[in-house]
């Protein structure tokens, strides 16, 4: 049960933080412009994030470790009608750590806990001229 709450808890404060701003991907990382352009409008505009996901969207829902088998979600999909809008991320405190990949057109983000031990993954590729939210899976144990 301590564990259930945990992650609920690691989940809840990734995606309700209601700062001002969107921290946005840092510099450092070269990513190109019109992704962090999107990534600022995916996180400020519902109706736009709703436009820039690819429903049925591929992924693997939240606690996972504790609740299903990893054979129970091999064909999981979020669901338009069920997708939680995802908030400002505006400062993730010290116990979390923001990466970003580049692979074979996509641009992958991954949130995870300073330990190690819990993380979500985020794919995101350019269909056409835009940016879209392709994969999600949710805060896990790694």
């Known amino acids: 049960m301590r564990r259930f709450i945990l992650l609920f808890c690691c989940g809840a404060i ?6 001002d701003g969107v921290s946005e991907p840092q510099e450092e990382q070269n990513l190109p412009d019109s992704f962090v352009e999107f990534y600022i409008q995916f996180h400020i505009d519902s109706l736009y994030q709703m436009d820039h996901i690819v429903f049925p969207l591929e992924g ?3 606690l996972t470790d504790t609740i299903i088998r990893p054979e129970d979600f091999a064909n999981f999909q979020w669901q338009k009608d069920d997708w939680v809008l995802h908030k400002n991320i505006s400062e993730l405190n010290n116990s979390f750590q923001r990466e970003y990949k580049e692979y074979e057109g996509m641009i992958i983000e ?12 985020r794919r995101f590729a350019k269909l ?3 940016w879209h939210l392709i994969y999600y899976a949710a805060m896990n144990r790694n």
């Open 14 to 19: 990734l995606f309700s933080c209601k700062g």
């Open 60 to 62: 693997i829902p939240a």
């Open 110 to 121: 991954t949130i995870s806990h300073s330990s190690q031990t819990f993380s979500m993954t």
């Open 128 to 130: 056409g001229d835009e």
